[in-house]
């Protein structure tokens, strides 16, 4: 179990797997970057390193945003929701945010 602060830790509503979904903003530009998901210890290590980090629920692992493709994000601020259950995690990010190469993971097919 992480060091989590005891007062952040009380008010996270976590789902049935612990984790909470932490949606990514770029600090500049307000654009929403990407989505993904911390449970305590990936959000201890992101407010203590700096670093976007995650939980990786198709490996099952943590991984630092741009430690294998260097394109990083530099964490500004966390923010927590009024109801708990959602993370902002404000960013200056270096380079694409999206897997794909794109900006951003929300560049795609406009549904309205």
Same mark, same amino acid.
């Given at each position: 179990m992480s060091s989590l &602060?005891?007062?952040? #830790?009380?008010?996270?509503?976590?789902d049935a797997d612990g984790l909470v979904p932490a949606v990514v903003q770029d600090a500049e530009s307000h654009d929403v970057l990407m989505v993904g998901?911390? &449970? &305590?210890? #990936?959000?201890?290590?992101t407010l203590t390193t700096g670093r976007g980090t995650f939980w990786s629920r198709s490996r099952q692992d943590y991984w630092v945003k741009g430690e294998t493709s260097g394109n990083t994000q530099a964490v500004r601020e966390v923010r927590l929701d009024c109801d708990g259950d959602t993370l902002l995690v404000i960013v200056d990010q270096t380079g694409p945010a999206c897997h794909t190469g794109d900006r951003t993971c929300f560049d795609a097919d406009q549904l309205l």
């Open positions: &602060d005891p007062a952040i #830790a009380s008010r996270l509503k976590r998901w911390m &449970d &305590d210890e #990936a959000l201890h290590r």
